[in-house]
């Protein structure tokens, strides 16, 4: 099955993700469209997309169609759609790789209405403010299981490097559209209900986003069924994303506060397995009660705590800092690097320690945004790999590279970035 993932706001992060979560490297369409050819069923990858963090839509790619040709392509397979449902029919489509198709896409589309209509069928088309329909739009407006998104492509040859996406527009455009539907959408109820509705939240700590703890977890471990450190646990964000992907998990914290309000938030987590906060497909509900435990301990400890227990990855979110309400400054800067990097320079000796040989570690560490330049907390990802560690190819030696540093995530108002760092256990 040819699929299609319609990627977050940070692409080559997803893209990291679904290589390591499919086993395979997707192909870049658009900046924020990729496809992956494998040999899944529909159900099986609607089950591991649900597992990912970083993508907002799956789809399969029903076929490719000139230009031309779209508008008695997409009145055909609303024909027979219309000849198998019961009941009112919801049609959608989102552009993507291209702003020329959109209004004569609407057209087309009050065309098919028209005629559905004049055969007797309850008929509508599903639009919004956003030239793209959003997850919320398609979800709450039942196009997954009473009608259709139209996904709707232009391709554009591309390259991904350094964490930036170069297109190169042709001076003829006469490639054919791909023309797919959509399958699935991100869980956006049940990662609300994990964000908002748990007990415990701390703002002046920050908050890693939901989404960002998943995608590094599975950057960590891509199967179920592993065992997860986070020795900086906060309020256990990547602890309840590590449990509901069907991972151990032990939680470690100098602060007796932190390891409070992580134990409330699984507690929390556990008694709703059986609810809609957790979708039953990503993995088998379970009792979430005997997977996690915590450990109040300063790091340097852990390894004489966690003797006899085998870690099979470390991820984590260091200590970023104090939050910053304002740019700034590079004194400020220096003292903050001061502070910090002794700390993470002892917790690399023992994440060394404690991680079984070819384990990861998934770190985010603080990146300060100085107007367009980005002041990394590390000079170099030498003061991680010194420590017995390697940088492993997260896209399985293709054209993809990343630069020599990790990925950088956060949004432009934000003063405080992170920087996502893969490593392996040598």
Request: with cysteine; hydrophobic share 40%; glycine share 6%.
């Amino acid at each position: 099955m040819d699929s299609i993932f319609i990627l977050g706001r940070n692409p080559l992060l997803s893209n990291a993700e679904i290589a390591s979560v499919f086993r395979v490297q997707p192909q870049a369409l658009t900046g924020e469209v990729c496809s992956l050819s494998a040999e899944l069923s529909e159900t099986s990858a609607r089950q591991l997309f649900l597992r990912l963090g970083g993508s907002i839509k799956l789809a399969v790619v029903d076929c490719k169609v000139a230009v031309t040709a779209l508008g008695q392509t997409l009145q055909s397979s609303v024909a027979a759609i219309a000849q198998l449902a019961e009941g009112k029919i919801a049609v959608g489509a989102s552009v993507y790789g291209t702003s020329q198709l959109q209004a004569s896409i609407a057209k087309v589309l009050l065309e098919i209405k028209r005629v559905q209509r004049s055969q007797g069928h309850a008929f509508r088309v599903v639009t919004s403010r956003e030239p793209i329909l959003s997850s919320v739009v398609v979800a709450k407006n039942h196009l997954l299981d009473r009608g259709r998104e139209f996904i709707i492509i232009r391709s554009q040859k591309s390259e991904i490097g350094s964490q930036n996406v170069a297109f190169r527009y042709p001076t003829s455009d006469l490639r054919p559209l791909i023309l797919g539907h959509t399958l699935a959408v991100q869980d956006f109820e049940g990662q609300s209900s994990r964000d908002y509705g748990r007990p415990r939240r701390d703002p002046r700590r920050g908050i890693l986003p939901i989404q960002l703890a998943r995608i590094l977890v599975n950057l960590a471990l891509p199967k179920p069924g592993g065992t997860l450190l986070d020795p900086f646990c906060g309020i256990g964000t990547i602890l309840q994303e590590a449990l509901l992907l069907d991972h151990e998990v032990i939680g470690s914290d100098i602060d007796p506060k932190a390891i409070e309000d992580s134990r409330a938030n699984l507690e929390w987590l556990a008694a709703r397995t059986n609810t809609a906060v957790i979708p039953s497909e990503p993995c088998e509900l379970r009792d979430l009660a005997g997977s996690y435990t915590f450990i109040q301990s300063d790091i340097r400890e852990l390894p004489a705590k966690l003797r006899d227990q085998p870690i099979d990855a470390i991820v984590t979110e260091a200590p970023l800092g104090p939050p910053l309400s304002h740019q700034p400054t590079i004194k400020q800067i220096s003292a903050l690097r001061a502070d910090l990097v002794p700390l993470y320079e002892q917790a690399f000796a023992v994440f060394a320690k404690l991680l079984r040989p070819g384990g990861r570690l998934v770190i985010a560490l603080p990146i300060w945004r100085v107007g367009n330049t980005m002041h990394y907390a590390l000079d170099s990802l030498e003061a991680i790999t010194k420590y017995g560690f390697i940088i492993p190819d997260l896209f399985h030696g293709t054209r993809y590279k990343v630069q020599a540093r990790g990925f950088t995530y956060g949004r432009p108002d934000q003063h405080v970035w992170r920087e996502i760092v893969v490593c392996e256990r040598i």
